[in-house]
């Protein structure tokens, strides 16, 4: 059954627009407080955000929704997502939430709940949350002594800055390393800094300035090309960006190449593998990982799992499989060591830990594979499921069936825009642009 308000991850949409009012959240506040009141303790939410102005707004109405139900809220200000899932279980709060739209603009804003134990909601938990902001809110309320009380958590930031950088290595500092930040104006442009600056790097930072709108805007693991070019001028070793919530991160060479998710992956594995750290015997990536990827581990005698697109996805493997190194092309790396979602920062340490153990610059440690040709295009779409009309069917059909066993082809609909994503790959580039160019257009024709 179609959900009316969870997507892929959360609650995401325009603030003040169909969905994602303040009103709404007032309810969602109500309805996730309802079913984590229990016990004879005071319930406690911690409550962080990016940098968007409505963040304010729906901070204010989460936290009028909760200690209406009698849980007491404690506001993080502007944390990064995976530093709300682990203060919610550092501070043995019985629930926490972020409000982000991660990489989307800032007109979007978003809200997503982590467990006691610092994991995402399942599905099933979702749905009875849905099932509850439709009820009667008037039985839901406390009364009295009961009802919540709300705080400022001004050491939530040095809490997290610490955990973070007691993920390196023991012994391992980032003296001598010049590092460029990019922090996309969002959640993380006051503790990633600190954090590398403290661990002895030097720290040329962008992206540090946000104003509420500025989120994502020309900065950011979305948009390289700045991160790039403040490496290229300031002569750095390497080039952090990271997104608006900070659960993901892409890497810049010295030279200004972009170093995706795979690349990355490829290092910690075969470092975690050398450290008799890798646990599961491989990695578990997404449908999207490159070809090169698989066939590098394989090389060295590991595996790759897939699954779905969606970092929700790839924890779901590496937890039900036994594996603690997963990641998305796109950045989000997730270490289960350390982490229970994507941690941009925490990623960006053990590889900067790979960089001080080995005299080669970053261009040669993130160069581990040769990249089979792949193409991915998005097709925007104004209403409907194109993919499910007979005409793109066939399209589809037809381009497998050029395609063969010669490579892979994944066509699926974005679960956080109306976009479907066409992706093709195999060692001839030329194969590749026929038949994702022959998917494309026949989606175009109908979108």
């Not at 008037?138 to 930031?157: N, P, T, V």
């Not at 693991?221 to 991160?227: E, G, L, M, Q």
Request: proline share 3%.
């Amino acid at each position: 059954m179609a959900r009316k308000y969870f997507g892929t991850d959360g609650i995401r949409g325009m603030a003040n627009g169909d969905k994602l009012t303040p009103d709404l959240a007032m309810k969602v506040g109500m309805a996730a407080g309802t079913k984590f009141v229990r016990g004879e303790h005071r319930n406690r939410v911690v409550i962080g955000k990016d940098t968007r102005r409505s963040g304010y707004m729906l901070e204010n109405a989460l936290g009028a929704g909760f200690t209406a139900v009698g849980m007491d809220v404690y506001f993080l200000g502007p944390m990064p997502t995976p530093a709300v899932a682990m203060l919610t279980r550092s501070l043995r709060a019985d629930l926490g939430v972020m409000i982000s739209a991660s990489h989307n603009p800032y007109e979007d804003n978003g809200i997503k709940f982590f467990l006691p134990d610092g994991y995402k909601l399942s599905d099933e938990l979702e749905a009875e949350i849905e099932s509850l902001i439709e009820a009667d809110t008037s039985k839901l309320l406390a009364h009295g002594m009961a009802i919540g009380r709300a705080y400022r958590d001004e050491e939530a930031r040095t809490r997290y800055i610490e955990y973070a950088k007691r993920t390196l290595p023991r012994g391992v500092d980032l003296s001598g390393l010049r590092v460029v930040l990019d922090c996309a104006n969002g959640a993380a442009y006051k503790v990633a800094p600190l954090a590398l600056w403290e661990l002895g790097a030097e720290v040329i930072t962008i992206g540090v300035e946000p104003d509420g709108y500025n989120i994502n805007h020309k900065v950011g693991s979305t948009a390289p090309d700045a991160v790039a070019a403040k490496v290229k001028e300031v002569r750095a070793d390497i080039g952090i960006a990271l997104d608006g919530d900070a659960d993901r991160v892409i890497i810049v060479d010295e030279k200004g190449n972009v170093v995706d998710g795979d690349q990355f992956m490829a290092v910690i594995a075969q470092s975690w593998m050398e450290r008799e750290m890798l646990v599961g015997g491989g990695i578990v990536a997404t449908i999207m990982s490159n070809l090169g990827l698989e066939r590098y581990l394989t090389g060295l005698g590991l595996t790759l799992e897939r699954t779905q697109v969606g970092d929700r996805y790839v924890l779901e493997a590496m937890r039900s499989k036994g594996f603690n190194v997963g990641g998305e092309q796109s950045g989000h790396i997730i270490l289960s060591d350390f982490t229970t979602t994507g941690d941009g920062l925490v990623a960006a340490l053990q590889l900067l830990s790979v960089l001080k153990q080995h005299d080669m610059p970053i261009s040669e440690i993130c160069h581990r594979f040769e990249k089979v040709p792949q193409l991915l295009r998005n097709v925007r779409f104004k209403s409907g499921k194109p993919l499910d009309h007979k005409h793109v069917k066939q399209a589809i059909a037809d381009a497998e069936s050029t395609l063969g066993s010669a490579g892979r082809l994944v066509v699926r609909a974005s679960g956080t825009e109306p976009v479907i994503r066409v992706m093709g790959e195999a060692d001839d580039a030329t194969l590749v642009e026929n038949i994702v160019g022959q998917v494309e257009a026949a989606i175009r024709q109908i979108a």
